[in-house]
């Protein structure tokens, strides 16, 4: 199995920063796509950052220039640095990512997907 573990969620006034973490471990061969999600109280999961295993990184509009993923394929740890925080931002966030579990899998081109238990971000003064 593949457990992604997320920390560093806490408490923040609005225009801080926060840096997210999210640590991979158990049995894989390979991580491919791994990503930061979302979800609001009342509101569906949305994807804020993806980043695949060399590439280019992506964003949707609302979040580019305040937020930015980036990866240590050593730690297989995926992090999330997010700046001028605003109230809005407020919400769990989740890791994800497509995992290759085997040699094989990585040749097939067949990954399973894991997520996080998640991470609370509460902006607030």
């Known amino acids: 199995q593949v457990q992604l573990v997320e920390s560093g969620g806490g408490l923040v006034q609005p225009g801080g920063s926060l840096r997210l973490s999210c640590a991979a471990s158990?049995?894989?061969?390979?991580?491919?796509?791994m990503g930061w999600y979302r979800q609001a109280p009342g509101k569906q999961r949305e994807l804020v950052a993806s980043?695949?295993?060399?590439?280019?990184?992506n964003y949707p509009d609302s979040v580019k220039g305040r937020l930015t993923i980036s990866r240590d394929n050593a730690k297989n740890t995926v992090y999330l640095q997010i700046n001028s925080l605003k109230p809005e931002d407020s919400a769990v966030y989740y890791c994800?990512?497509?995992?290759?579990?085997?040699?094989?899998?990585?040749?097939?081109?067949?990954?399973?997907?894991?997520w996080g238990q998640g991470t609370q971000v509460t902006v607030s003064s």
């Open positions: 994800n990512a497509d995992v290759h579990r085997t040699p094989s899998a990585l040749f097939s081109r067949r990954a399973d997907n894991y």
């Open positions: 980043i695949p295993n060399g590439g280019r990184t």
């Open positions: 158990g049995s894989f061969f390979r991580i491919n796509a």
